[in-house]
């Protein structure tokens, strides 16, 4: 255990004084700045507006950090040949790849975590200045639907792990993680669209297509699962029971991503 914990704040140093992180950092800064000189074009929707960019800020910045960051993180020990001296400590294979899971995580949490400070800043400045505009806005509601944008990372780190365990290359792991976020955030369109069209058109479908197709729908990451941004701007209800299960879902998924990846890992020889 002292040597994932070890092996997580080497990995946190790192990601730290990666120069990556600065640049997307005022970048983000940025945007949510922004958001304070363009608010008062919308007015009447001032409150949803507002929410929505600085959620979908913290969104895109925590996207920029895994991966421009956090696949390096995993990548620069096999490219640097370090990987050897690291395995030659007392820690297994499958400690590795929790300690790198760890230390990514403990990265994007304090990451994200200054900006939702900046963001409540900009949010509670806005608020003072168009106090009438805000009447559905809950600070209870941003703050769980932007906790749930590090729990929807925290997914994506482990997809990025567990590719980076399968390749050498860290563009082929860009590329396979890209993807499966992409087709995590519109897998529930598409099978909603094609179920639906189906239904309607009275189209006979092979058993085997709707067996693919519902396979791929569990094996793939729903990523709207963890999207609470519409109940934050509107200032809409959570359901409790929501929140335990996307944790749940979160949790689960990831875990079995590591366990797979810890696994090949184990499996993998190096040069």
């Not at 960051?69 to 400590?89: E, F, G, P, Q, Y």
């Not at 294979?93 to 800043?121: N, T």
């Not at 669209?193 to 189209?203: F, G, I, M, P, V």
Request: with cysteine; charged share 15%.
């Amino acid at each position: 255990m002292r040597s994932v914990v070890a092996l997580a704040i080497i990995t946190f140093k790192e990601g730290i004084r990666n120069r990556a992180l600065f640049g997307i950092g005022l970048m983000a800064l940025f945007l949510l700045g922004l958001n304070v000189s363009v608010a008062g074009f919308f007015m009447r929707d001032i409150g949803k507006v507002t929410v929505d960019m600085n959620l979908s800020a913290l969104n895109f910045a925590g996207l920029l950090l895994v991966f421009f960051v956090a696949i390096n993180l995993m990548a620069k020990d096999i490219d640097r040949k370090t990987i050897h001296l690291v395995l030659s400590k007392p820690i297994s294979r499958s400690q590795y790849v929790w300690g790198k899971y760890g230390g990514i995580l403990l990265f994007l949490s304090v990451s994200l975590a200054f900006l939702f400070l900046f963001s409540c800043l900009t949010i509670a400045l806005l608020l003072a200045l168009y106090p009438d505009y805000f009447g559905a806005f809950s600070w209870g509601q941003f703050v769980v639907a932007a906790t749930f944008v590090l729990v929807k990372l925290a997914v994506l780190t482990a997809i990025v792990l567990f590719f980076s365990t399968i390749t050498t290359s860290s563009l082929v792991t860009l590329i396979f993680s890209l993807g499966s976020y992409i087709a995590g955030v519109t897998i529930e369109e598409v099978v909603f669209y094609l179920k639906s069209d189906w239904a309607t058109q009275e189209r006979v479908v092979s058993e085997s297509l709707r067996t693919v197709i519902d396979v791929l729908s569990y094996l793939l990451p729903n990523f709207t699962v963890f999207d609470f941004s519409l109940e934050a701007a509107h200032g809409l209800p959570i359901a409790f029971e929501r929140i335990v299960l996307a944790l749940g879902y979160a949790g689960g998924y990831s875990a079995i991503l590591l366990l797979l990846a810890g696994f090949i890992f184990a499996r993998r020889e190096f040069n």
